[in-house]
Structure formats: C-alpha cells, structure tokens
C-alpha cells in the first residue's frame, strides 16, 4: 500500500477552482482542470510513492501482475489494472459522445490499426480494443444529458416548441415512436446541410425561449434552457438539436450515474467520481471541436429509450460503505463515510484497489503499515496486501474505493 499521485488533465471544459480546492492547492490554478487521473491508463498513469522513489503504476503492475493485480483479476483482465478512476470537474458542457461495445471496439480498432492511423492521429477513432462503460457519482449537484427519452416524450417537448419548421420532424418520431423512429430523426439532424441548420436553429431556439416565457416552469424548463445554453458555446452545432432527443438530468451528491454501451450523452456541469473501464474510446456527436465521425458514430449508437440510467446506492449493513452496482466486471465503486459515530471502517472489498479522500482527512492502515490520506489524496492497494481498515481524522471523511466487481 502507497500513495497514489493522479494526472491532471487540462481541457478547456474543466474548473480553475473545483479540483484545485479539493487538492488544498492554490486557486484558482493557472489552467481549467478538468480531470484527476487515477489509474495505470498508457496515456497518462497515475505514480506510486515507492521507498525506491515515484514509480508509474503502469509499471509497477506490468512488473508484478500477480501481486498487483491478483490471480482472479489477472486470469479475467490480463496483467492489466480493468479499470480507470477519475475525479471529474466540469465547468462546461463536455462533447456529446458515446462509448463503443467490446466487439466494436475490437473491430474499430483492428480496422484502424491495418489502416496504419497513428494512434495519436485526431481523427483516429479507436485508440484500444476495449469498450468502455462508465459510472460518475456527483459530489454535489451535477447536471447531465444522458441516454434516448421515450419517443412519446419527446414529441411532446417538440409539439411543445410550436415551431412550424419542426412539424415534419415532429411527424416522423410520431409516426414511428420507437428506437427506428429516434435512429431516422437523429440522423437526419446530424446530417443536415449546414444552410438547412442555419434556417432552423433560429426557429428551435425562438421556441425555447417562447415556452420559458410561457411556461417558466413547465415540465420542459430545463431541456429548453439547456438547447439555448448549449446554442450559445456552440452556435450552428446540430448537438444542440440532438440534446432534445436526450434525458435531463439533475443529480445530488451521491446519486450515481451508469453508461453502457451506445449511450449517447454529455456532462453538463459538475463535480464527480467517475470509474470506467480502462479504456479511452470516445465517438463524438457535437459539441465540440473535436473530431466527429458520424458514420462511425451511428454504427455504435444505441436507439432504445433510456428509462432509468439513475445509480442508487446498495449500504452494507452496519457500516458506513454504499456500494454502487452496476453491470460491468471491471470495477466497482464503494462511498465510504466516517464520522464520529462511525470513526472506523473495515472495506469488505479485496482485489486491487484505488482510494481517494474527497472530503475531510482519514487514515488507511494495511497490515501494519498506516498512510495519511487527506482530501484530494488517493492510495494504491495491491491485491496481496492485508485487510483495509480507515479511520476519520477529525470531525468526518469521504473516501471513494475503485475494485474489481467480485
């Protein structure tokens, strides 16, 4: 067991102050923060603090897969940490993307390599063969678009714009209220000419402002505000179109939020936890500069209706950790809480495992060795090392631990 110091990640999305304060650093910091990487990803791994000095945790566990990882996790993942955890700050809305399945990730990748696209190419699609789901827990509130809406549901929000202009689009979900439905609307707006775009975006966004004014809280407020607050970071965009087609949501501190396969979503603003599988495949939609692939895209995109992509804790009786379950093998993530009614908790997770204090100040103890982890601190917790006891450091602490899923 050693501390573990994340990469910071500088992208124009991210917060000068969240991520900052949370480190105890000064703020703001000279550049958007947008994520703390905290894993053994090829890109930018995260250094254990050895007695030998920093040494990166891609290498640590490449060099002794077996103690590191653990013979169960090295039987299912190879000698490769399965997972990848952040802490994401977003003062931005973040690209609207979607994350590949492992069969296409492992087509799109092979495909890519045998074209010879360099694997730092900004059009290249596929940077590994791994798909990529995903959970993010907020710290507070945090606002995102994620997943299809019900078909019925959304030609009620677009009936509800009263633009003249979308009445055929509005006709065409109605008449096929179903994931061929939202696939045949969806791809025709990402595919518009840019002069079609330009004629309707105006009309779309007038709509949004006449039912804010007529209707200020009405059962669309936040999915009209988010159109126009999109509009206005990414003029012309037909991401703004498609964010109507998508799930709203408004998360509080603790709530999760789980991702498979095809979902097409995009982070609105926020401060989170966010574990995935230790991959970096992104298909992008809109929203961005960034390279988007539309075809590639539509290949992965899952049509279904997204009903409830809302993550609620499972607590462990009698202690103070609230595992969030999900589908995928490669990780779990568990909330830990301490205070002074519960000053000491024992992790029941095994395997290896990431912690990091996003509040207060605790301590971990492992056989007999004792770390201090303050807030904005993380440790590394290889699989052959002893039983995890933490203990509050003052008045309470948050610790987020990442495993594998047993």
Known sequence: MDILDGVVRNYAWGSRT????????????????????????????????TDDGPASLLEVVHADP????????GEQFGDRLPYLLK????????????HPSRAQAEEGFAREEAAGVPLDSPVRNYKDPSHK????????????????????????????????????????????????????????WITLPPQVVADLMPRVLDGCIALLAREPDGPFTRE??????????????????ASLLLNRLSLEAGQGLYLGAGNLHAYLHGVGVEIMANSDNVLRGGLTPKHVDVPE?????????????????????????????????????TRIELDGARPSVTSEMRGPRILVCTEGDAQVCSGGRRLDLPQGCAAWVAATDPVV??????????VFEASVAP
């Open 133 to 188: 789901p995903e959970l993010l827990v907020a710290l507070g509130d945090f606002e995102a678009l994620a997943g299809f809406r019900s078909p019925e549901r959304t030609v009620e929000l677009l009936t509800a714009l009263d633009v003249a202009e979308l009445a055929p689009y509005v006709a065409l979900l109605a008449g096929q209220p179903d994931s061929d439905g939202l696939r045949a609307l969806f791809t025709t």
């Open 297 to 333: 895209l539509l290949r992965v995109l899952d049509f279904d209706a997204l009903e409830s992509p809302l993550v609620e804790p499972r607590q462990i009786a009698g202690t103070g950790q609230y595992v969030y379950d999900t589908p995928a093998p490669e990780f779990v993530l």
């Open 389 to 398: 006891t933490l203990d509050v450091v003052g008045d309470r602490a948050q």
């Open 224 to 241: 009209a505000r988010t159109a126009l607050q999109l509009a206005e970071s990414y003029p012309g965009d037909t991401g703004v179109l």
């Open 18 to 49: 969240a991520l900052a304060a949370m480190r105890r650093g000064p703020v703001p910091s000279p550049y958007p923060e947008a994520e703390l990487w905290l894993g053994a990803h090829p890109a930018d791994s995260a250094h254990v603090r």
């Open 87 to 98: 802490l994401l700050a977003a003062d931005e809305p973040l690209s609207l993307q979607a």
């Open 66 to 73: 077996d103690k590191q990882l653990g013979l169960a996790a």
